[in-house]
C-alpha cells in the first residue's frame, strides 16, 4: 500500500493538496507496525529458551519478565522508527541531485533509491554495527531500575532523542545527520547514567574521525571529478558534449544507485547496533562482551526494511534544501557529487566508522559547484553548517536528560516513557501532514523550466547573428564555415 503514491495531477482543490502526506504516514505506520510484530515473534521465541523464564516459581518474576520482555519490545520498534526517520531524512543524501539534474523524475528516484538502500541485507556485513553496539559500554552501567537494565534505558532515551531531533530538522527542511543525532544521544545516555567510564575511547575516537574526514573528503573528491569533467568538456573533441548531455545522465543514475547502497549500508548499521545492545542487555542476545555484538539475521532485515521504508516516504523539503538551494546541479556536476560521497561513505564503512550521510552528500554538492566554477547560496551553507555544529551538543543534552526519566520510581517512569513516545508519534503525523511534500517538488520543477524556457527564448531573440571577419584571425578556415547554429 505504501507504493500508492497519488498523482500530482490527481489534486483537484488546494483543500486536498495535503491528505497525501497523512495518507502516507498512516501507510508508513502499518508497516513499522508489521517490521515490529516480526520483531516481537523473534524475541518472544528467543526468550523462551532462557533459563530465566523456565525456572520462574513467583508471580513477582513472571511480571517482572513480562514488563521486560514488553520493554525490549517498545525499544526494538522505536528503533525501527528512527530507522524509518533516518530513510526519509536522508533519502536526499542519493536522490536529490538526479531530481534537480531531471536525470529521474522524483518517483523513479525515491523508488529506485528505495531498492538499492535494501539490498545490503543480503550482504550482512556488520562492522559499523559493532562500533555503535560498544559505544557505551553496557556491561559497566550502573543498576537505577529494579525491572528494565540500565542498557535498555540508554537505548530507549537515546532512539526518543534522535527520533525527536530528526522530526525537528525534518519540519525545517534542514539536512541535519541522524548518524549525529543517534550517536550524540547514546554517548549523552551513557553520561548521564554512568559517568565517562562507561564510554568507550576507541568508538568515540573513530566517530569524531568520521565527523571531520568524511565531509573533507566528500567536498575533495567531487571538486576534483568536476574540475577535470569541466576541463575536458572543452577540449575539441569534446565539443558538443554539454554537463547535461546523456552519457552523464547515466553515470549520474549509476552513482546515485551506488550511493543509495553505500547510504543503506552504513546508516541501518546503526539502527542495528542499537537493536543488538538492547537484545544484549535484556538478556535475549548472548555474547562473551558487549564489545562483541553480532546482529541476528532478524535484525539485520527489519532494520534494512525501515530504512528502505521512509525512503519510499521520502523528505521532499530536505531534497529541496540538499538538490536546488545549494548550488546550481547539472547531470556531470551531480555525478561529481555523488562521486564524492561514494569515496566517503564507502570508505567508512569499510573501516568500520560511522559517517554522516548528510554531511558527506551536502559536502560533495558544494564541492562539486565550486569545481564547475558556479555559486554556492552560502545562506543555505550557513544554515546547514550550524545545525552540523549545534547538533552534538543539544543532542548530547536531550540523551543526558532522558535518561534520568530511569531513575524515576516504578511505574512512574514507565508512564512518562509511554507519554513521551505517543507524543513523538503524534507530532510525526502532524509533521508529514503539514512539511513540504512530492507536489511542492514538482511545482518548483515546473517552475524552473519555465525559467530556463524563458532565458533561453529571451537569449534567442536577442542574439544578432552578425558573422565577424575570420580571415584574419588565427584558424580561420576551420570557423570560416560555421553556420548560424553553431553560433548560436
Known sequence: QILAFEHPKAVTSPDSSRSGPSKMSLRACIVLALLACAAAQNITVSSTATPGNTTTTTAAKDSNETLLLAGTIITIALALMFDFTNGFHDTANSIATTIASKSLTPIQAVILSTIFNFLPAFVGITTVSNTISSTVKLDKLPSVSDTFPTGICVTLSALLGAIFWNLITWRFGIPSSSSHAIIGCLIGAGLGIGGSSVIDNTSVTNIVIGIFASPAISFTIAFIVMFILKHVLRLRWAQGVTEDHTVFRVLQVCAACWLSWAHGQNDAQKTMGIMAATLYSGGY?????????????????????????????????????????????TRASGFAANAGAITSIQGATALAIPVS??????????????????????ATIKQIVLTWIITLPCVMAIGAVLVQIARIPEPYNIVVYTIIILIEMCWGCYIASVSRSLRDIHARLAAQNAADDKQAKALEDALVFNPVDVESKPGAKEEKNLDKEDWV
Open 357 to 378: 550521510t548528510t554531511q558527506a552528500a551536502a559536502s560533495a554538492v558544494a564541492g562539486s559547484g565550486v569545481g564547475a566554477g558556479r555559486g554556492l547560496n552560502y
Open 285 to 329: 542476545l548472548k555474547a562473551s562482551s558487549s564489545s562483541k555484538l553480532s546482529p541476528p539475521t532478524w535484525v539485520i532485515f527489519s532494520a534494512q526494511g525501515a530504512i528502505a521504508a521512509g525512503t519510499l516516504l521520502g523528505g521532499w523539503a530536505i531534497i529541496e534544501a540538499i538538490g536546488m538551494n545549494i548550488t546550481l546541479i
